[in-house]
């Protein structure tokens, strides 16, 4: 059973940085793509970034700027998501998400690409 594990949200003030992490376990490959995703109160879950899917090339939301990096240890199975330049719009709750290639074509960026998903961190961006 895959189990990840998000950790290092909090509350910042606008400006500030933080760095997410997600420790993943029981994965049969600590290759396979992950996927970080957020999800603010009363909006649909958001791609941020994804990391892995084909050369373990990155991938972001260009929607969002350059404010997130993505990057893993292989070896330990963690997966981060570096923050930077937080504005009160990056509030919410931040999923990382494991997925598996299976063939054919993938959207790096749809949840339906991922199979596995943590509970989710808070990041709170206030004032």
């Known amino acids: 059973q895959v189990q990840l594990t998000e950790s290092g949200g909090g509350s910042v003030q606008p400006g500030e940085s933080l760095k997410l992490s997600c420790a993943a376990s029981?994965?049969?490959?600590?290759?396979?793509?992950m996927g970080w995703f957020r999800q603010a109160p009363g909006k649909e879950r958001e791609f941020v970034a994804a990391?892995?899917?084909?050369?373990?090339?990155?991938y972001g939301n260009s929607q969002l700027g350059d404010k997130f990096a993505i990057s893993r240890d292989v070896s330990k199975d963690i997966t981060y998501l570096q923050m930077s330049s937080l504005e009160v719009e990056d509030t919410g709750v931040y999923y990382c998400?494991?997925?598996?290639?299976?063939?054919?074509?993938?959207?790096?960026?749809?949840?339906?690409?991922?199979?596995?998903w943590g509970q989710g961190t808070q990041v709170t961006v206030s004032s």
């Open positions: 998400a494991a997925g598996h290639y299976k063939g054919g074509r993938v959207t790096v960026s749809s949840p339906a690409a991922y199979d596995y």
């Open positions: 029981g994965r049969t490959s600590s290759s396979d793509p």
């Open positions: 990391i892995g899917w084909f050369d373990d090339g990155t």
